[in-house]
């Protein structure tokens, strides 16, 4: 896909449908869940991903160690080597419609054995998945510096399989402040629904990293903030879809998932899994939708996130 920002037929032909009420290729309905069901798994990712169906997830969302060295498991001696058994899988249980979402960052000075540059060289040249998106995380808190400029970004690279990806930005389309919406309302060039409805977020967000004192740390070091995850979950799933996250971390994901009325199954080699993914719970407070947790204590079986939903 050509990068758009400058001219871009395909917008003209969306407002032209949006106008005279014609559906896109992607536009699905499939009910609201009377219950959801997350699958908590401590595993290595490879293992689990190899008993998830083909063509099953809508979307797979996930923050990869960046092999940094920022804890035991965040260190490779062949990155590329690695990663390549999980990318093979997550192309693989992708539904046609589905979004493939990898955290990441680049490696400056010391390139070691790989890092997101690389991973996105080798989805290009060894997957059929398509690059929609590279989303750079902007954050105003991080590390000051002194011989190069401060670092206040990571990257997401968003893939699809398909053409017919689900993309629900009126989900996620930030309101406009009531000086902006009041001009933009009175210009004739403007469609007064879309600016009702706010403003696309752009492919640079900006949302602070979570600090050491935060409230929704739940203990996890590297633990994601809600608003970026919810975002991802919001514009690129739909209630009822399956969602995956197969370094779970902290089970952020499955915390938005349950909010969100999305099934999901996330796997982590860290046995504290459960744990982290229990206190996000309690920081959730009264939830209005039900949901079922199937865990090592319970009924363990993957397939019920699959089926009967
Ligand atoms: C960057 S953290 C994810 C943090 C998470 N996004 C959050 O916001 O809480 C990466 C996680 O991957 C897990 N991990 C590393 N190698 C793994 C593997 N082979 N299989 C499953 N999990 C793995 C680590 O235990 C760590 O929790």
Redesign the pocket.
């Known amino acids: 896909m050509a990068n758009r920002s400058h001219y871009n037929s395909g917008h003209r032909m969306l407002n032209l449908m949006n106008k005279t009420g014609k559906k896109h290729i992607s536009d699905r309905d499939i009910g609201k869940p009377d219950k959801t069901k997350h699958l908590i798994a401590i ?4 293992n689990l991903l190899k008993e998830i169906p083909d063509n099953s997830v809508q979307l797979v969302l996930i ?4 092999n940094i060295d920022m ?1 035991n ?1 965040d260190t490779f001696d062949n990155y590329i080597e690695w990663a390549s058994k999980w990318l093979f899988e997550a192309e693989r249980i992708l539904t046609e419609n589905g979004s493939f979402v990898i ?1 990441g960052g680049i490696q400056f000075e010391n390139e070691k054995s790989g890092d997101l540059l690389e991973l996105m060289h080798y989805i290009r040249h060894h997957s059929n998945l398509k690059l929609v998106n590279l989303i750079i995380w902007n954050y105003k808190n991080g590390m000051g510096a002194h011989r190069f400029f401060a670092n206040r970004h990571e990257e997401i690279a968003w893939y699809v399989k398909s053409k017919k990806y689900t993309f629900n930005l009126d989900a996620v389309r930030i309101p406009y402040d009531d000086k902006t919406k009041k001009t933009y309302l009175t210009d004739k060039r403007l469609n007064p629904a879309t600016v009702e409805k706010g403003k696309n977020p752009t492919n640079v967000w900006e949302i602070n990293r979570l600090n050491g004192n935060s409230k929704e740390r739940v203990g ?1 070091p ?3 903030p809600v608003e970026l ?1 919810e975002r991802l979950i919001k514009s690129l799933s739909n209630p009822n879809d399956v969602v995956l ?9 499955t915390r938005v998932c349950i909010q969100e009325e999305r099934h999901s199954v996330s ?4 046995p504290m899994l459960p744990t ?1 993914l229990q206190r996000h719970i309690e920081k959730m407070g009264d939830l209005l939708y039900s949901y079922q947790l199937i865990t090592e204590e319970t009924e363990f079986n993957i397939h019920p996130v699959f089926t009967n939903k």
């Open positions: 595993d290595d990712c490879v923050d990869p160690p960046y804890a498991w955290f996890h590297t633990q994601k995850i996250d197969f370094f779970a971390g902290s089970g952020v994901t796997v982590d080699l860290d982290y």
